[in-house]
């Protein structure tokens, strides 16, 4: 066979070994070829036969909970609700939108005690003449609002049922701002009071329990016209066209003023955690001091401490008869002697008595006193 295959293909006697050798390898590599297969063959049978042969195992707790949450995630995709939301067009699902959710609101529920804690220092709609001690107030008027809630729990109780319906309009408006943000505007993002705007209102504007030069009411009213001014730009476009104005470093620069406003806050006794007090050469200072070494900061005019000093030491000494010739005694002079009328030498006891603090209807009050406590501050010092 080999010589025949030899003279067809036209070779002399001397390649009949070559093609020997050609026709013994393509021999073995059919015949390994064929043992290859039969071996897979076999190792596959015997792969099915030991997989039948397996018990087959149920799906975990956990395995069959995420695959419900997987049919549920589908299921709210294909609905209205998620097509609505565009749940799958934004690559989220309702399981994620949850947690971010729960996120969201556990990132901004501070604002609930921290607004209303902030709004009520400015003593809101609380009268001193119907809302304090009945005493207190005839006693030292207006000025009975700075006392503390043992000498004037009257006042103190109307300052946490203000405190609570607070509450109430910060989550309602919350409530409303995220619920309108959310179908409206199909948007992700919560709404709700402003920390450096409520900070502003009540320490600049209204001032600590109402000692700003605007009263609350008025306040509040500029507030809302606020409100319509922001709602009128947003509806008409300007606020677009704002923000693009506004240079990019600006906005970051106002990010951070009020980041850096709002940890101020955090960091007092009012509101936050203590740490940063009042003082009297520097305005600010390190606290922490414990709770009974904490006193508040009152303020008091020039004149009003003079007067208090004044005629505390005369009725101490008990000057009954006085020429005001004293280092400390020329504004005494000119007001007893000069503005009263008095002739030297004075009684100071009496003077002071009823021509500095007087409480008699007919009496005379001297220029910048102010009866009763000054006017006290919401942070405090060591």
């Keep these: 066979n080999l010589r025949w295959q030899a003279g067809t293909l036209g070779l002399g006697d001397k390649s009949v070994p070559r093609l020997a050798s050609a026709n013994c390898a393509a021999r073995y590599s059919v015949a390994g070829l064929r043992a ?10 015997q792969s099915r036969a030991a997989m039948a042969a397996e018990p087959k195992v149920k799906p975990g707790l956990w395995a069959r909970f995420n695959s419900a949450l997987d049919r549920l995630n ?14 799958e067009a934004r690559k989220s ?27 009520a220092d400015t003593g809101g709609t609380c009268e001193p003449a119907i809302d304090c001690n009945a005493g207190l107030y005839e006693a030292i008027g207006d000025n009975c609002k700075f006392a503390d809630a043992v000498s004037n729990p009257e006042w103190a109780a109307c300052i946490m049922e203000l405190k609570s319906n607070l509450i109430s309009a910060t989550c309602i408006a919350a ?18 009071p402003a920390m450096g705007v409520n900070a502003y209102f009540s320490y600049t504007v209204v001032g600590f329990m109402g000692t700003g030069r605007i009263s609350y009411e008025a306040a509040l009213a500029a507030a809302f ?37 709002l940890a101020f806050i955090g960091l007092q006794k009012s509101e936050g955690l203590g740490i940063v007090t009042y003082d009297g050469a520097t305005l600010v200072t390190i606290g922490g001091c414990l709770e009974p070494q904490r006193v508040h900061m009152y303020s008091m005019s020039d004149p009003d401490a003079y007067w208090h000093d004044f005629c505390w030491q005369a009725w101490r000494d008990g000057v009954t008869s006085s020429d005001l010739t004293c280092g400390t005694c020329n504004r005494a002079y000119d007001y007893f002697v000069n ?9 100071l006891v009496e003077a002071c008595q009823e021509y500095v603090f007087s409480f008699s209807p007919d009496g005379n009050i001297a220029p910048g006193v102010q009866l009763g406590l000054p006017a006290r501050s919401s942070n405090y010092g060591c």
């Design 36 to 45: 290859h297969h039969s071996v897979a063959a076999a190792d596959s049978s």
């Design 74 to 87: 589908l299921r709210v995709n294909d609905s209205a609700f998620g097509r609505y939301f565009q749940i």
């Design 93 to 119: 699902t309702l399981t994620q939108e949850l947690r971010a959710g729960i996120v969201c609101f556990l990132t901004v529920a501070y604002i609930i005690p921290v607004n209303s804690g902030i709004l």
């Design 175 to 192: 409530c409303i701002g995220t619920f309108l943000m959310a179908v409206v505007a199909n948007f992700p993002v919560a709404v709700a």
């Design 225 to 261: 016209v606020e409100g319509l001014i922001f709602i009128f730009v947003t509806v008409v476009g300007l606020r677009a066209i704002f923000m693009e104005l506004i240079p990019r470093n600006l906005l970051y620069a106002t990010g951070t003023g009020i980041g850096c406003f």
């Design 339 to 347: 503005t009263i009328g008095l002739a030297v030498p004075v009684n």
